[in-house]
């Protein structure tokens, strides 16, 4: 263990740098610079661009004619660390407990793309350059759908050209077991508020003769899904690409199924779309969320009020070949043709990302399996798609043309996005190690 690339990590960790907080804005360009400087310290031309949101890191090492250029992708951003009260220890000052980092932002993605900086740190004291043209791509953005990143991408396509792209903010199946994903969802976002009378009443006075609003809301909600679980959208499923027999196979092999996601979900009994096994529900099957829904009276003890308005946010998961745009309006009509009597419905939509999926067995996937195999010996690779969602992946295919390699290194039970979210130590040092044999594989894929 090499205590030096840990502290580093752990600094690392301490910038607050939630992207969807306009309080933390000061904090994402420290994040930004710090990181800078340390690309800069290991011989790296790095710019931090600034943008109308959060800047954008790209760090480059001297690029040779002949050789692959390989982009790395990070995220800087991290998810707000509410609610702060379930946390064993403060988010953003990092704590090591059985071999396990935790912080916001362990995982996702401070610890997977910094395991990457150091093995081409490594690489360059070692080897004095790297086998490769690296373009090392780290926005403050992702946890908000990328939103100034594709622009970016247009505007600096010419110096960010490469042959392909690799990530690591994926997950692993289980501990040790390397996992190559060749697949995420997108996703689309809603906002959805319906109004009523105008302004909060007395729920004895004016209830039963008003509609009201939080009624209303929940009724139209509920007409979001069937008792199967189905999305009721009308056109939701008519582009979704089946899953393939192989696929269904492979995935019967991977060493998470229901038991784990009962355990690690800690949910009474499992619940989702009928014919379809956990893994492929969340990996290949689109969805429709509520992420959070409000209205009314919210504080200690109980108020007689009937609220003037009440709001939910909601969020679509997709899968090849839907398109974001097409599922929001198909929902929006959805909405508003079921709009109760005696209120209005206001439909805001909010970031998206398309779904995305490429080929295991192309040459540069098959590099990444062997550069996995040496990272976690021991085990085939596990071939997999992820529920979650990289807005950017599928833009990049689209603006710069090239595909993406999803390396995962977080653990199932990481608790991204949730209170306690931790990175295992030895993960850590496994991306850095990972890096050096990406790296050295990507050199020359098709041997
Ligand atoms: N690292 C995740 C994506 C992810 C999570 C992939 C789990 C595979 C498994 C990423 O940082 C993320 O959380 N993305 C957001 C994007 C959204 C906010 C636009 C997501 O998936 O919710
Ligand atoms: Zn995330």
């Not at 393939?244 to 499992?270: C, H, I, M, S, Y």
């Amino acid at each position: 263990m090499n205590q030096r690339q840990l502290d580093e990590y752990l600094d690392y960790l301490r910038f607050p740098s939630v992207s969807t907080d306009p309080a933390h804005k000061n904090d994402l360009v420290e994040c930004a610079e710090w990181l800078a400087a340390k690309l800069r310290a290991m011989g790296l031309a790095t710019v931090v661009h600034p943008t109308a949101g959060h800047p954008i890191v790209v760090a480059k090492n001297e690029h040779r004619p002949g050789r692959r250029t390989v982009m790395i992708y990070g995220h800087y951003d991290v998810q707000p660390a509410d609610p702060l009260a379930l946390w064993d220890s403060p988010p953003f000052e990092p704590r090591i407990a059985d071999d396990y980092v935790f912080a916001r932002g362990s995982a996702d993605n401070k610890g997977q793309h910094f395991a990457h900086v150091l093995g081409i740190e490594e690489t360059l004291r070692e080897r004095g350059e790297l086998p490769v043209n690296l373009i090392l791509l780290v926005e403050g953005e992702e946890e908000i759908g990328s939103e100034h990143l594709e622009q970016f991408l247009a505007t600096h396509r010419d110096e960010l050209r490469c042959d392909l792209i690799a990530i690591s903010d994926t997950g692993m199946v289980a501990k040790g077991q390397p996992t190559l994903s060749y697949g995420l969802r997108g996703v689309a976002a809603m906002e959805l508020r319906v109004k009523g009378p105008a302004s909060d009443l007395h729920s004895g006075i004016y209830g039963g003769a008003v509609m009201n609003p939080a009624t209303a809301l929940v009724r139209l909600l509920a007409t979001l899904h069937d008792d199967e679980g189905r999305v009721a959208v009308s056109g939701f499923y008519d582009t979704v690409l089946p899953l393939e027999k192989w696929e269904r196979d492979a995935w019967q092999q991977v060493p998470f199924g229901d038991a784990d996601f009962l355990n690690v979900t800690g949910a009474p009994e499992l619940f989702g779309e009928a014919g379809y096994t956990s893994l492929e529900r969340t990996w290949a099957r689109p969805t429709a969320e509520i992420n959070g829904i409000g209205g009314g009276f919210q504080g200690v003890g109980s108020k007689t009020v009937l609220p003037s308005e009440a709001f939910a946010k909601l969020t679509f998961r997709l899968v090849p070949n839907q398109q974001p745009d097409d599922i929001l309006a198909k929902v929006r009509a959805h909405l508003q043709a079921r709009c109760p009597r005696g209120v209005r419905v206001e439909i805001d939509c909010g970031h998206s990302g398309e779904p995305y999926v490429t080929d295991p067995n192309s040459p540069s996937s098959m590099a990444a399996r062997r550069a996995l195999q040496q990272a976690f010996p021991g085990k085939d690779v596990a071939l997999i798609r992820e529920g979650g969602s990289i807005p950017i992946v599928n833009t990049f295919k689209r603006v710069l043309g090239v595909e993406t390699l999803l390396l995962g290194l977080a653990l199932p039970d990481c608790r991204a996005h949730a209170p306690n979210e931790n990175f295992p130590v030895e993960n850590f040092f496994a991306g850095v190690r990972l890096n050096r044999a990406l790296l050295n594989e990507l050199a020359h894929p098709t041997q």
